[in-house]
């Protein structure tokens, strides 16, 4: 059977670093996210007895270095649906991978979902979120829709994501700044594995139940301000970490730390942004939705910025008609 799901990146305003389990993909902590309207996968997968091997397409066929995750991840669907048919699979993303716009949380939510149901499967959302998380961490935050928390669980049965406000529920917006389509030269998936050689990693542990605690709070009251200044200090604090570990590891770019410093500028002269960023050189703005042009206006004047996507609060992980193949 073919099967087409589209599938939405998120930006996380917790981090998720380090993982308390490799092998389950159990994170170290819960981390809070929002779905993205705009960075979308789209993939197909289809099982038939007349495909004698895999055939595994990513962006017209020039992301090769994940087929075999992939062919994992697929293995892995077809071990449950008790098939061993091959299979094909074709997935496009509308925005560039590997450079910190979380490119495998949509990629593996989107396989997810086609390949359990192009398996004849029947799961429901949180078995889908279970799923999604042991091909990507973050991929799990991505199949519920609008605001999402990952719940870290000490079993892969009770580690996936629930929606905890819709994608109305608060006008905001991400408005992604694109520095550099470079693909970063170290995945998240190795960095995770040194978090905890950073001496500050078992501090930043304790205190996240706190901290989501908190977010979810000014989620919702709806304080932008507070969420923004909690927001980037988290951001900055998981970049603490990855810079912090052995051997270290330093997301930015030249392009990144302007773009920070300009940030904190326009906000000292009265514009209300703040910034996350993930483990790439991109950065995340986050505005208020009446806010979007004059964040755009202030970024089309800059040579470091290659590119602009705004993204509103997004739905979750769906099925479509429209087939890639
Ligand atoms: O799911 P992964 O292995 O791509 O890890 C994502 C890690 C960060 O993007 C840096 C943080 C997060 O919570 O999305």
């Given at each position: 059977m073919k099967a087409t799901a589209i599938a939405p990146s998120n930006i996380a305003f917790t981090k998720y670093w380090g993982r308390k389990d490799e092998q389950l993909r159990l994170p170290a902590n819960s981390s809070i996210a929002m779905c993205l309207s705009n960075l979308l996968t789209t993939t197909t997968v289809e099982f038939s007895p007349t495909f004698k091997k895999d055939q595994i397409i990513i962006n017209g066929g020039k992301d090769s270095g994940e087929v075999e995750r992939v062919i994992k991840h697929l293995d892995h669907i077809r071990k449950i649906a008790g098939i061993n048919l091959k299979a094909k699979m074709v997935s496009n993303n509308n925005f560039p991978s590997?450079?910190?716009?979380a490119s495998s949380a949509s990629g593996f939510a989107a396989l997810t979902l086609a390949a359990v149901k192009g398996a004849g499967l029947t799961l429901s959302e949180k078995q889908i979120s279970i799923l999604a998380r042991q091909g990507?961490?973050?991929?799990?935050?991505?199949?519920?829709?609008g605001f999402v928390e990952w719940l870290d669980g000490d079993t892969s049965d009770t580690s996936y994501a629930i929606q905890?406000?819709?994608?109305?529920?608060w006008k905001i917006a991400n408005v992604v700044a694109i520095i550099s389509q470079k693909r970063k030269e170290v995945s998240s998936s190795i960095g995770h594995?040194?978090?905890?050689?950073?001496?500050f990693m078992a501090t930043r542990v304790a205190n996240m139940p706190e901290k989501n605690k908190l977010i979810k709070k000014l989620i919702k009251e709806k304080d932008f301000k507070k969420f923004g200044e909690l927001i980037e200090r988290e951001a900055l604090e998981f970049h603490a970490i990855t810079l912090t570990q052995n051997p270290s590891l330093i997301y930015w770019t030249p392009g990144t730390v302007l773009l920070m410093k300009l940030i904190q500028k326009w906000r000292n002269e009265g514009l209300l942004v703040y910034f996350t960023l993930d483990t790439g050189q991109d950065i995340h703005l986050i505005c208020e939705q009446k806010n979007v042009n004059k964040v755009k206006t202030k970024l089309k004047?800059?040579?470091?910025?290659?590119d602009i996507i705004v993204n509103t609060p997004g739905e979750g992980t769906r099925l479509t008609r429209e087939h890639l193949f």
């Open positions: 590997g450079t910190g716009l990507s961490g973050s991929a799990c935050r991505s199949i519920p829709g905890i406000f819709p994608s109305n529920w594995q040194a978090a905890y050689s950073s001496p004047n800059l040579e470091e910025v290659k």
